[in-house]
């Protein structure tokens, strides 16, 4: 009997305490460069290469919100544990953020642009729209309101792309795929020799970070 009770605990403690303890160090990775990496394929041509700046703003915006209120919470010295389990879900954070992810206010920028033939202010909020497209079916709890202000709807999607719990650990090699392929086809949509060493050194730094995430996804939380 207690071989058994042994048997079905021992993995039960080792995912909770693996997949909180040393996952949590990313959890809430931004995993931004992915964002970049997608929409430069998607959305960059080296016909269009004077858009590349605006798209590379839009596919950043929706995190960006977030950058500025936790350095700012660094600043005045919250821990991060605090940062991410109580202010996050905070009334600020989560309308602020809830702003950057917003699709209705991204939508309208779109439209607006597209009539105006503002093609810059179009490609930043399409790269924008690709974000939160790519966001939407990879959070749980940590989403954001996708119809802010008009709603305070959440989907909360049964994939995470972090937490094992909820298959992050097979939506992870994915994403490392994702960031392979986007960043070969990204590349060439860029035209100067400066603007393609820096996005491979960013995308070559996101790799890595996410090679790291892989091997703690399936070795500390007990996939091994
Ligand atoms: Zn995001």
Avoid at 23 to 31: L, R
Avoid at 34 to 56: D, E, F, T, Y
């Amino acid at each position: 009997m207690n071989t058994v009770n042994e048997i079905t605990e021992i993995p039960l403690t080792r995912q909770f305490t693996s997949a909180t303890i040393p996952i949590s160090n990313h959890e809430h990775k931004m995993n931004s460069p992915s964002h970049m990496s997608l929409a430069l394929a998607v959305l960059g041509r080296k016909s269009r290469a004077s858009l590349n700046g605006a798209i590379i703003w839009g596919s950043l915006t929706p995190d960006l919100p977030m950058y500025v209120l936790y350095a700012y919470e660094k600043i005045i010295g919250t821990p991060d544990k605090i940062i991410f389990n109580e202010k996050y879900y905070g009334e600020l954070w989560q309308s602020v953020v809830s702003l950057g992810n917003s699709i209705p206010i991204f939508v309208i920028i779109a439209l607006f642009a597209y009539i105006k033939g503002y093609r810059g202010l179009l490609f930043f909020a399409l790269a924008a729209l690709l974000h939160v497209a790519l966001d939407f079916p990879l959070h749980r709890e940590d989403t954001h309101m996708h119809f802010y202000p008009l709603s305070d709807y959440k989907f909360i999607s049964p994939v995470s792309y972090y937490e094992t719990q909820h298959y992050g650990h097979f939506w992870s090699p994915i994403e490392l795929i994702l960031i392979i392929v986007s960043t070969y086809i990204g590349l060439k949509a860029l035209i100067t020799r400066w603007g393609q060493l820096t996005f491979g050194v960013v995308m070559a730094g996101a790799t890595l970070l996410q090679v790291t995430m892989i091997y703690y996804q399936w070795t500390q939380a007990g996939f091994e």
